[in-house]
T-cell receptor, first 113, second 115 residues
Framework: TQLLEQSPQFLSIQEGENLTVYCNSS?????LQWYRQEPGEGPVLLVT???GGEVKKLKRLTFQFGDARKDSSLHITAAQPGDTGLYLC?????????????WGAGTKLIIKP | NAGVTQTPKFQVLKTGQSMTLQCAQD?????MYWYRQDPGMGLRLIYY???????DKGEVPNGYNVSRLNKREFSLRLESAAPSQTSVYFC??????????????FGPGTRLTVT
């Protein structure tokens, strides 16, 4: 069974600080996705990383896929209150020839003004 | 363009009651999914439909049934609700079944409480 562990589970910081959240597994994934979910809403895809070592930037958010395609990180520079939300990672189990995403439990991020 | 819509938004059931959660998408997507989200556990796939006319079990199918009514609609039925089915249920859709290539779009969720 493929598992994705996210850390930290909860993070509360002041506006303007930098932060990194992690998504780790012992399994290899074909690709890995990051989502943000706000209260009362469904997850919204932020980015998909597909190549080992890949780095993608989305404004102040930087996503990295590990060289071995087993882990990923999300770094936020100069966090803003609008970044508050639940950040979920999900791995593509294509290696196992199915269409199911394997989901982490999420990092709940609160940015205080 | 509504995207993925789900009804109802909230529901309270007593143990043993049945109900159907409705989901519809207007993006002409081929694939649809039902997930449940519980605190501390992330999303778990209940059932999915890779294309119209097909359905397959996900990680946690027990106690649920699904119907892909047409390309737009995918319903989830609880025949005899149990307290363990208290959760938030999300429907999602995508152009194709492989998450490697196709983004999944989620509805706003149904909060279900079984007493």
């Amino acid at each position: 069974t493929q598992l994705l562990e996210q850390s930290p589970q909860f993070l509360s910081i002041q506006e303007g600080e930098n932060l990194t959240v992690y998504c780790n597994s012992s399994s290899v994934f074909s690709s890995l996705q990051w989502y943000r979910q706000e209260p009362g809403e469904g997850p919204v895809l932020l980015v998909t990383v597909v190549t080992g070592g890949e780095v993608k930037k989305l404004k102040r958010l930087t996503f990295q896929f590990g060289d071995a395609r087993k882990d990923s990180s999300l770094h936020i520079t100069a966090a803003q209150p609008g970044d508050t939300g639940l950040y979920l990672c999900a791995g593509d189990g294509l290696m196992d020839s199915n269409y199911q995403l394997i989901w982490g439990a999420g990092t709940k991020l609160i940015i205080k003004p | 363009n509504a995207g993925v819509t789900q009804t109802p938004k909230f529901q309270v059931l007593k143990t043993g009651q049945s109900m159907t959660l409705q989901c519809a998408q207007d993006m002409n997507h081929n694939s649809m999914y039902w997930y449940r989200q519980d605190p501390g556990m992330g999303l778990r796939l209940i059932y999915y439909s890779a294309s119209e006319g097909t359905t397959d079990k996900g990680e946690v199918p027990n106690g649920y049934n699904v119907s892909r009514l047409n390309k737009r609609e995918f319903s989830l039925r609880l025949e005899s609700a149990a307290p363990s089915q208290t959760s938030v249920y999300f429907c999602a859709s995508s152009e194709g079944p492989s998450p490697h290539y196709y983004e999944q779009y989620f509805g706003p969720g149904t909060r279900l409480t079984v007493t």
